[in-house]
């Protein structure tokens, strides 16, 4: 039982490339969710998705786009990553009815 | 969502009660109380959640006031892999769409010690 899986685990970029961060639940869940993790602002949302072909923006959408074409994938692009985009991104799951969000273990991401 | 406050840090001796207060002193009638604990470089963990009553699972007890204007996260036998960033979050329950989001604060840094 797999869970909720994320990748790459870590990941270094340059400033102005495109990076697509990854994420996999194995439940069928139909909630999924990205987060940003900074210090000093604890997590923020950034993206969420309601089901297959349904999301809408977090917090923090700015410089980030999501898509979610299976309910299972919900991965997380930016367009040209900034030096301010340098965190940590978790992506949760949840499902529908329930109250608890399952956290996937997170992606270290630096952009130079 | 109501806004929380916690402690920035608290310790707790192995084997004892750890008890971390919340105060949520705007929280309304159909907002729930959730906490949520981070280990070191790991994503969060749902501990338990309420909305007025008490509540215990295996993990931990929840005491809501009675006016609900705050909570206290009791773990009765404190380990040191309890050592974590514990958060209260705040929020309306069974739910979609926008109301659905988890808001995470800073949280109470936890240090269990020998």
């Known amino acids: 039982d797999a869970g909720i899986t994320q990748s790459p685990r870590y990941k270094i970029t340059e400033t102005g490339r495109q990076v697509t961060l990854m994420c996999h639940q194995t439940w069928s869940h139909s909630y999924m969710f990205w987060y940003r993790q900074d210090l000093g602002h604890g997590l923020r949302l950034i993206y969420y998705s309601a089901a297959a072909d349904i999301t809408d923006k977090g917090e923090v959408p700015d410089g980030y786009v999501v898509s979610r074409s299976k309910t299972e994938n919900f991965p997380l692009t930016l367009e040209s990553a900034t030096r301010s985009q340098t965190s940590v991104y978790f992506c949760?799951?949840?499902?529908?009815?329930?109250?608890?969000?399952?956290f996937g273990p997170g992606t270290r991401l630096l952009v130079l | 969502d109501a806004k929380t406050t916690q402690p920035p840090s608290m310790d707790c001796a192995e084997g004892r009660a750890a008890n971390l207060p919340c105060n949520h002193s705007t929280i309304s009638g159909n907002e729930y109380v959730y906490w949520y604990r981070q280990i070191h470089s790991q994503g969060p963990q749902y501990i338990i959640h309420g909305l007025k009553n008490n509540e215990t699972n295996e993990m931990a007890s929840l005491i809501i006031t009675e006016d609900r204007k705050s909570s206290t996260l009791i773990l009765p036998h404190a380990t040191l892999r309890d050592t974590a960033v514990y958060y209260c979050?705040?929020?309306?329950?069974?739910?979609?769409?926008?109301?659905?989001?988890?808001?995470f604060g800073t949280g109470t840094r936890l240090q269990v010690t020998l």
């Open positions: 979050i705040v929020r309306v329950g069974k739910n979609t769409g926008t109301a659905s989001k988890l808001t």
């Open positions: 949760a799951s949840r499902e529908g009815g329930k109250e608890t969000q399952y």
